[in-house]
């Protein structure tokens, strides 16, 4: 996220281009999506598909997102946002829900459940560029059709390897700095 761009001007996606290209020719008119983070990749999305719902947890983000998605008349977005809230002290140590560095007294479990409500198979892009991505990655497993993908963007983290080895499911292509995940 990057809260100095102006994404009312912006509908490109804030990654790399090699991602961007990957989306560019992937996205298809019948495809639903879901989005974990918000931005220009929902601007660049949102017009090239059937449906995309997007997950937020910054309010102020979140408001310049819903103004540049009412801005660009995009009606095929639903645009969720999900606060984070503060962990328990007992679980601030093992919650799996929690973010890193100055988001580590929060939770995001009900940010990340957001797909649950969805019916497995469901999706054909899940894209994982929010908060608490190896959860988030965790979830995506059974929402993503098969054939369908899920592009994590960041993926040479450290933190995200067993998260990613546990998807034994997915072949796993990587691309400049992210991953696609194809189901198998």
């Given amino acids: 996220m990057n809260d100095d761009m102006n994404i009312s001007m912006a509908r490109v996606p804030y990654m790399p ?8 020719s992937h996205l298809t008119k019948d495809m639903r999506v879901f989005e974990w983070g918000s931005g220009g990749s929902t ?17 102020r983000w979140y408001i310049k997102v ?14 969720k946002l999900i606060l984070p809230e503060p962990a328990s002290r007992q679980s601030k140590q ?12 929060l939770t995001y479990k009900k940010y990340v459940e957001a797909i649950d409500s969805y019916p497995d198979v469901y999706f054909d892009l899940i894209i994982v560029d929010g908060r608490c991505r190896t959860q988030c990655l965790l979830h995506a497993r ?5 054939g369908g993908s899920i592009l994590l963007d960041d993926a040479d983290r450290p933190h995200y390897v067993d998260s990613i080895n546990a998807l034994t499911d997915f072949t796993k292509h990587p691309i ?3 991953l696609i995940l194809k189901r198998l």
């Fill in 17 to 24: 281009q090699e991602m961007i290209d990957w989306l560019g």
């Fill in 43 to 59: 601007l660049f999305i949102a017009p090239r598909v059937k449906s995309i719902i997007t997950i937020e947890s910054s309010k």
């Fill in 66 to 79: 819903l103004l540049s998605v009412i801005f660009n008349l995009v009606f095929n977005c639903r645009l």
């Fill in 94 to 105: 093992t919650e799996p829900y929690r973010s890193s560095g100055k988001y580590g007294h």
């Fill in 142 to 146: 059974t929402k993503v059709k098969r």
């Fill in 176 to 178: 400049n700095r992210g």
